[in-house]
């Protein structure tokens, strides 16, 4: 695994997001959505991306398979697929990389199905835009794909809106799959279905992988959802990524206060103490804190967090946070775990709205 | 599927009856008499009687409203006031005037109209977009009558490109038959009509596929298009603009009705004979049994229109089920 994302290693990664910033042109003003993000993903690994809802995660996802908005504008950095720089390349050869070499499930499947196409055509048209296969044979390979996602191939005939959503969502996946992609962004996968059906969707999405051997970034803000099935994690807080590493040490081990407060609210089986939030909310992306952007909301933070940017620095094997207090982390961490701890920082914050 | 047909069928006829009712009476209340297009009360008030007899006009009027009814069913229009000729055949040669310069024109508006307006949508935000969509508001807001006089006077007169009006050069075609319909002396005095009939009517179906393409191209299911790799041009036929055809589908049966219905203004300013002129002269002669025959035509032609509008719907809509 390498230690710093950017630099050339033994592990050879499917995609390398170098340093990039993205901003949007909103009414109100220039909105700071990606600020010098980097991530690797190694081949056949699953990497988790979680952070809160507006932290730039989807801006990400949508960046590196190349489809952000139109008000949007790469302002640094690049975003490598192998060795072929997708904002960069001409548009038919990023084309071709789509779906082919890059796929993607999804936040919501019945959005993102056209209703008044069948499915089977649907996964048959993007079959046909990258492999020169007739209709009959790629219907065929639809009809294989949804069985092995555990849809009846017969109902490749229907239309969306006949499916469950849980079928449609199997659906997505069985599309996502169909050209043997090596890697597949899947974008809140579940958060539309109940907690069965998501289960069953992640387990499928595991062994599937663990046949076909495809790399997966996961974005999601569930925590639980990454322990579960990713190698790796990066959490991002407002277009920064503050932590990331192997997933068991980055849980167990956070060096960022926002880690350690995403932790806080995961609901625990022991019940020894109640899920904690971290209050306040995210900052308003057109008027960026000028030092690091959690301070606002840190229980830790110190006036010199206030005037200086942190950088990623290593903090472990493999394992990087973006905290200047860092090195004090291991002995607050029983303290970021208390409920006043963080009440303290709901008063101050109050205060300052007063 | 079969039921819907069915009990669609029954609400037809039920409109057509309704229709045929309201047609009937509101022309007999209407000021004027047949006669007097014909015979002076002043100079000849028996000669009048008898004629009045003669088209049965004497008799009490629901009476008159059975008859009406009773030959109508067996598809009997009976004989014009004014000509003595038979009102079926008044009409089938004038209707085929109108729909052929109707038909090819609702097409060519609605299959130009549509792609033009997906282009629009598509290439949105530009100065050629602002232009045409100023031009079609503008051509759609003037009265057809007076583009046609405006054309007429532009290419026929000035430039002498087209002639002002008929179907043909006088005399050309004395029996009227359908080698007359392919000639090009037919087609050439069906240009101007055509082209003022057809730049009227593309600005709806283009303005409408415009701002459907605009909601469209903002869904989930246009993005996951690209990401899937498709090419531009099968996402934006394909996808945007496949789904954008939707709410302009609908509009057609009700714009080629009013287009037919319609087709008065368009035939009198080029001396088109068709329905709409023999509609015209119809009222002013108080000739009922053309201009019920005339209006019963168009009714029908609407009705089975809408009819067939509502299954193409369901077959360009797999959502919309029939039950």
Not at chain 1, 66 to 91: C, F, Q, R, W
Not at chain 1, 317 to 329: L, V
Request: aromatic letters at 8%; one cysteine or more.
């Amino acid at each position: 695994m390498s230690t710093q994302a950017g630099s050339k290693s033994a592990v050879p990664h499917v995609l390398d997001i170098r340093d990039l910033c993205v901003r949007f042109r909103t009414k109100r003003g220039i909105a700071d959505a990606l600020d010098h993000v980097s991530l690797s993903i190694p081949k056949s690994a699953s990497v988790g991306l979680v952070g809160e809802s507006g932290c730039g995660k989807s801006t990400l996802m949508k960046a590196a398979i190349d489809v952000l908005a139109e008000n949007a504008e790469v302002t640094a950095g690049s975003v490598y697929y192998h060795d072929l720089d997708l904002l960069a390349a001409p548009a038919e050869t990023v084309r071709q990389k789509r779906w082919a070499g890059i796929s993607m499930i999804t936040q919501s499947a019945l959005n993102a199905l056209n209703p008044v196409k069948k499915v089977g055509d649907q996964i048959v048209e993007a079959i046909r835009a990258h492999r020169n296969m007739s209709r009959k044979d790629a219907w065929a390979r639809a009809e294989e794909m949804l069985q092995l996602v555990g849809v009846d191939p017969k109902r490749a005939r229907e239309y969306p809106h006949q499916f469950s959503g849980g079928m449609r969502q199997r659906a997505i996946i069985a599309m996502s799959l169909v050209l043997s992609p090596d890697l597949v962004l899947a974008d809140e996968p579940t958060t539309s279905l109940d907690v069965i059906v998501q289960d069953q969707i992640f387990r499928k999405i595991r062994s599937l992988q663990e046949e076909l051997g495809f790399s997966l970034l996961l974005v999601t803000h569930d925590l639980g959802v990454v322990i579960e099935n990713c190698d790796r994690i990066a959490v991002m807080y407002a277009g920064q990524v503050v932590e990331e590493g192997p997933v068991d040490q980055v849980v167990n081990t956070p060096f960022h206060p926002y880690t350690l407060g995403l932790k806080n609210s995961l609901p625990r089986i022991d019940a020894v103490s109640e899920p904690i939030a971290i209050p306040g909310g995210p900052p308003d992306p057109i008027e960026m804190p000028k030092g690091c952007r959690f301070a606002p909301r840190c229980p830790f933070a110190q006036d010199a967090c206030r005037q200086t940017k942190p950088e990623l620095v290593s903090v472990g094997a493999g394992h990087r946070a973006a905290c200047i207090r860092q090195a004090e982390i291991p002995g607050l961490r029983a303290e970021a775990a208390k409920i006043g701890t963080w009440a303290k920082v709901a008063v101050k914050s109050e205060e300052v709205v007063e | 599927m079969r039921r819907y047909i069915v009990r669609r069928l029954i609400h037809m006829v039920i409109t057509l009856f309704a229709m045929m009712t309201i047609m009937f009476f509101m022309f007999r209340l209407l000021p004027g008499d047949p006669t007097m297009t014909m015979i002076s009360s002043v100079m000849y008030p028996k000669a009048q009687e008898a004629m009045r007899a003669q088209f049965g006009l004497d008799k009490p009027l629901i009476e008159q409203y059975l008859i009406y009814l009773k030959n109508y069913s067996t598809l009997n229009f009976g004989y014009s006031f004014h000509s003595s000729r038979e009102v079926s055949e008044l009409l089938s040669g004038r209707i085929v005037n109108t729909l052929v310069l109707i038909l090819p024109s609702m097409i060519v508006a609605y299959g130009l109209g549509a792609l033009l307006g997906a282009l629009l949508g598509w290439y949105r935000g530009g100065r050629f977009e602002t232009s045409v969509v100023f031009v079609a508001t503008a051509l759609q807001a003037a009265p057809v009558f007076w583009l046609g006089m405006l054309a007429i006077l532009l290419f026929s007169i000035n430039l002498g490109w087209f002639p002002p009006g008929h179907l043909v050069t006088p005399g050309m075609f004395p029996d009227q038959d359908l080698r007359m319909y392919v000639s090009a002396d037919f087609l050439h005095h069906l240009a101007l009509p055509f082209l003022v009939h057809t730049a009227y009517q593309i600005c709806f179906p283009l303005l409408l596929m415009r701002s459907s393409m605009l909601a469209t191209i903002g869904e989930d299911f246009v993005e996951f298009a690209r990401i899937k790799g498709l090419r531009e041009r099968k996402i934006l036929f394909g996808h945007a603009a496949r789904n954008s055809l939707l709410p302009v589908a609908t509009t057609i049966p009700m714009i080629l009705s009013w287009a037919l219905a319609g087709s008065v203004v368009i035939e009198t300013v080029f001396s088109w004979p068709g329905l709409g002129k023999l509609m015209i002269e119809g009222v002013q002669r108080s000739d009922f049994p053309v201009v019920q025959a005339a209006f019963f035509l168009i009714a029908v032609l609407t009705i089975i229109g809408t009819f067939t509008a509502d299954l193409l719907y369901g077959l360009l809509d797999p959502r919309i089920v029939y039950d």
